[in-house]
Each structure stands twice: as structure tokens, then as C-alpha cells.
């Protein structure tokens, strides 16, 4: 018993010198449409929440989500709560890019979105995207040990092709902007371009694909968009997370294809990724 106690002790150690593990999750979950009738939001929001809940990321973003879809996640979850904006005019209407936290691991330190465009300090629309989009930054920090890392949420445009490019640009340069002390970094978000795309590969110059990264350690489907069709396979993969690979190592990857009576709990498909930030 007391060899049990020291060897774990001592693998605690290690794992406190080597650093923290973070597990985050990117989740479009698709915006409260009442068209989508057996897939309407209140069809699917229960076992939405269950999954998160189950799962329970440390930190995860989240995509589309209406206000009254994001308080209702607020509130079926304990622990955490969540931060961000509208897109259309930077309160609470609009879809949101907003990132949820678990508030007994950490503190929120700062935070802010910007818009995807020429102007992203005020609501806009860029280049040639169809509509307005958004990033929404966090800073946070461990509250046990004081570790920081930094989280950036986005939804790039559907139709843009310019404007996708340009938002993968623009979302490096706020980073370098902001992590003028080197901190671990991770970007959640569907971004609306599949991994061989330039939108994709500007990112990939300064980040990397957690679900390439993990190997032989990723799980799941191929594809992340299911566009609520339970017959066909989910190959198209359009939803990432990207991290700094200087400050984290990439531990394991999954793409969530849990459903419920043959449905879906949204169009998308979660990324779940279990991370190492690296000791600072």
C-alpha cells in the first residue's frame, strides 16, 4: 500500500514537471433553424448536452450557437460558463463563436472577439465573405500551478474563398499580437475548408492539425460534417483544432460519431483533443 502511494506520488511529480493536460473539444452545433424539424434544436439539445457532459472538456468552443442555445448548455452543465459575442453586432444577437471553461480548473484572465475582416475591431463583413464572422479569444490560467495558455474560436465564411484565406492570415497575426510571452496556444473552430486547401495550409505554417499530429492515437470517422444524414459515411472534414507545437504535445484525437436513435446531436461532428501543454 504505502509502495502503491509513492509511486504515484512520484508519477505525479512528473506529470506536474512535464506540465498540464488540457482536453478540448470544437463543437458546431449547428444554429437553432426551425427547419430542420426532426433535427430541430429542441429534438437534439438534451442528449447535446449529455455528450458535453460526459466528455467533459476543460475548455471548448463552440460554433453557431444562438444566445438562448448557449444558456441552455450553460445550464445543463455544472462548473462552467462561457464568454463571447454575437457576430451581427457584437451583443447577444447573432450566432456566437463562444468558448465554454471549467471554472473550478481556471481562471479567465482576459478576453475579447474580433471580426474576420479588414476592420476586425468593430462588426464587419470581409473580402468576399457572405456574412459577418468572428474570432473570440481567451487567456486563461490554471489555478492550481498558475499556467497560462491562450484559446481562439472561430467560424470561417461558407462562401468566400478570399476571405477563408485571409482569416487563417488575420488569426495568426492576432496571435503573435497577443502571445507576446509565448504561451501554449490552441484554435478550435469549423472552418469551412477541408485540410488540403490554402486556407488550411497558411494555418499549418505556424500551428498544428491535433488530428494529424496524434497518429495512431486518432479516432473516428474521417470527416467531421454529417449534414444530419445517418446513412451516408462523414468524410468531409472541415472542423479542427490546431495548437502552437513548441508548447504542446498532442496526446490523443477523436472525432465524436455518437448518436441517438439514429440521429445526430448536431451536423457536425465534435474534435475532442487530450493535450500536454508543455512546462513553462
Not at 100 to 126: A, I, M, Q, R
Request: with cysteine; hydrophobic share 35%.
Amino acid at each position: 500500500m504505502r509502495k502503491s502511494i509513492l509511486i504515484a506520488f512520484v508519477l505525479g511529480i512528473i506529470i506536474n514537471v512535464n506540465g498540464q493536460n488540457l482536453d478540448v473539444i470544437s463543437y458546431n452545433i449547428r444554429y437553432d433553424n426551425p427547419n430542420d424539424k426532426p433535427n430541430h434544436w429542441d429534438n437534439r439539445k438534451e442528449f447535446l448536452i449529455a455528450q458535453l457532459n460526459f466528455y467533459a472538456p476543460d475548455v471548448f468552443g463552440t460554433q453557431e450557437g444562438l444566445v438562448h442555445q448557449l444558456k441552455a448548455i450553460d445550464d445543463g452543465l455544472n462548473d462552467y460558463t462561457y464568454f463571447g459575442v454575437g457576430r451581427d453586432h457584437g451583443d447577444e444577437r447573432g450566432e456566437f463563436t463562444a468558448i465554454f471553461y471549467n471554472t473550478k480548473k481556471f481562471n479567465l484572465l482576459e478576453h475579447y472577439t474580433f471580426w474576420l475582416s479588414t476592420t476586425p475591431e468593430v462588426p464587419s463583413k470581409g473580402w468576399d465573405a457572405a456574412l459577418p464572422r468572428i474570432c473570440t479569444y481567451g487567456l486563461f490560467e490554471y489555478k492550481e500551478s498558475g499556467d497560462k495558455f491562450m484559446v481562439f474560436n472561430t467560424h470561417f465564411d461558407h462562401v468566400g474563398e478570399k476571405a477563408r484565406e485571409e482569416s487563417s492570415k488575420l488569426i495568426l497575426k492576432k496571435i503573435k499580437e497577443l502571445n507576446t510571452n509565448g504561451y501554449p496556444v490552441v484554435v478550435t473552430g469549423d472552418f469551412n475548408l477541408e485540410s488540403e486547401s490554402s486556407g488550411v495550409q497558411v494555418i499549418l505554417t505556424e500551428m498544428e492539425d491535433t488530428h494529424i499530429a496524434a497518429g495512431k492515437n486518432a479516432f473516428g470517422p474521417s470527416g467531421t460534417f454529417n449534414g444530419f444524414d445517418f446513412t451516408k459515411p462523414v468524410e468531409r472534414r472541415i472542423d479542427y483544432i490546431f495548437v502552437s507545437p513548441n508548447t504542446v504535445e498532442v496526446l490523443k484525437s477523436a472525432i465524436l460519431s455518437d448518436s441517438k436513435d439514429c440521429r445526430y446531436p448536431s451536423d457536425h461532428l465534435p474534435v475532442f483533443a487530450r493535450l500536454l501543454l508543455k512546462k513553462q
